[in-house]
């Protein structure tokens, strides 16, 4: 089976990853290079930020990202030869208004990623040193890690671009299908050229509303930028992830950390801003101090595919045969990726799914025109 994937995020490239190792043929498309959209840009946490503010579908999908990016690491390491460091910091949370509500969603749902722990400022110091001590107390999930995503995205692009079954397509902008019957025959490029398939899967993650015309949907999926700022400390010298108020500290293991993020409905523009960074600055070093004293490397923006409830699209696409939806991740496509991947393939090679898909179906997107049919 031929399957051609529209997006090389990390939502076209997990999938693409799943579906070769299944013996499929797969082709995969980008309109700029692989892997520098959403999925740079992000931070990944491994771990929905607040786990109580979202459907349980979402936390669903993400409880199994760490657990599934051990094992891919351990499988595409000795053909890419690039590590993307599954960090096990954990994740300390300063807002009061959530303790309790953390705590019991812990005890409820008896998530191995959410094992929570209530904290008070001795204990802080112990698993922190640098917190502020306005900070008397914090939940603490030991068991939340990060991975580095660029290089996670490296790594499969390396391991892609060597497999026999995959062809890799940048630069190459998507623009339409054409249909023959009611179903996908090709998808023809921006600069004309056609390329025939037997399966479409589209990952195109903030680009996505592109296709609701072409397919007589209502695909309400739109891009919400977000800006990170990077500093460089010395190695292992922040020990765990930070959040308060929505902004994060997220320690990497050579002493980078990434601060962030920022909420925006600016469309396609990603240009980071003086005024937000100095939010981001305000927000982290209230709660370590001592970064200020480092320098920072970098700043940028990304965008995220949002989507009403952050609950993604994963499956067939309603009306049509040979097309599949993976799209709309929101705040935790990295967290989400493996797991949407996952089940994504076993859907379209009819296997028995690792969740229940009901959830995520796009029976969601059909537009009132077709309702009403
Ligand atoms: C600042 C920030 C912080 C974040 N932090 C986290 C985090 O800590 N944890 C977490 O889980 N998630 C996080 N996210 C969210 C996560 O990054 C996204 O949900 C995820 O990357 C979406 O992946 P994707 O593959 O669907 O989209 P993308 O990575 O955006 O990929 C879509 C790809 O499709 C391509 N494309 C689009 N249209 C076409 C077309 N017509 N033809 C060809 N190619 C096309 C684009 O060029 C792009 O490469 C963060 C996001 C941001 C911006």
């Not at 110091?125 to 001590?133: A, Y």
């Not at 919400?224 to 190695?235: A, C, I, N, S």
């Not at 909420?263 to 100095?278: E, L, R, S, V």
Request: hydrophobic share 40%; aromatic share 10%; glycine share 6%.
């Amino acid at each position: 089976m031929k399957i051609a994937i529209i997006g090389a995020g990390i939502s076209g490239l997990m999938s693409a990853l799943e579906l070769v190792e299944q013996g499929c043929s797969v082709m995969i498309f980008d309109q700029q290079q692989a892997g520098k959209a959403a999925s740079w840009a992000g931070g990944g946490i491994l771990s929905p930020m607040y786990p109580w503010r979202y459907p349980q579908a979402v936390n669903q999908l993400a409880q199994y990202g760490k657990s599934l990016y051990l094992e891919w690491n351990e499988k595409l390491k000795p053909v890419s030869d690039i590590d993307f460091e599954i960090h096990e910091t954990g994740l300390l949370i300063f807002d009061e208004a959530d303790f309790e509500t953390g705590l019991n969603y812990a005890q409820q749902f008896q998530e191995p990623m959410q094992q929570c722990e209530y904290l008070q400022q001795e204990q802080i110091e112990q698993v922190n040193p640098f917190i502020d001590s306005k900070f008397q107390h914090a939940i603490y999930f030991p068991q939340i890690a990060n991975i580095r995503n660029p290089r996670l995205l490296q790594s499969i692009t390396h391991y892609l671009k060597q497999h026999p079954q995959v062809e890799f397509i940048e630069h190459c902008p998507i623009e339409q299908f054409q249909m023959v019957n009611g179903k996908v025959q090709s998808i023809v490029a921006q600069n004309s050229q056609t390329y025939e398939a037997d399966q479409f899967v589209i990952t195109t993650g903030a680009w996505s509303q592109h296709w609701s015309e072409q397919l007589d949907l209502e695909i309400p999926v739109h891009p919400v930028q977000g800006q990170m700022v990077l500093f460089k400390t010395p190695e292992n010298w922040l020990p765990t992830m930070c959040m308060n108020d929505v902004m994060y500290l997220i320690p990497r293991l050579d002493g980078h950390v990434v601060c962030g993020s920022s909420m925006a409905d600016c469309g396609f523009d990603t240009t980071p801003t003086a005024a937000t960074k100095q939010k981001i600055l305000d927000a982290c070093f209230e709660m370590v101090p001592e970064l200020a004293e480092f320098p920072i490397e970098k700043q940028w923006a990304g965008l995220r595919p949002g989507s009403p409830t952050g609950v993604p699209y994963i499956g067939k696409m309603p009306e049509i045969d040979n097309v599949w939806a993976n799209f709309g991740h929101f705040r935790n496509g990295l967290c989400m990726g493996p797991a949407s991947a996952r089940l994504l393939r076993q859907l379209m090679l009819n296997q028995t799914p690792l969740t229940h898909p009901a959830a995520y179906s796009t029976e969601r997107l059909k537009s009132a025109g077709l309702m009403a049919q």
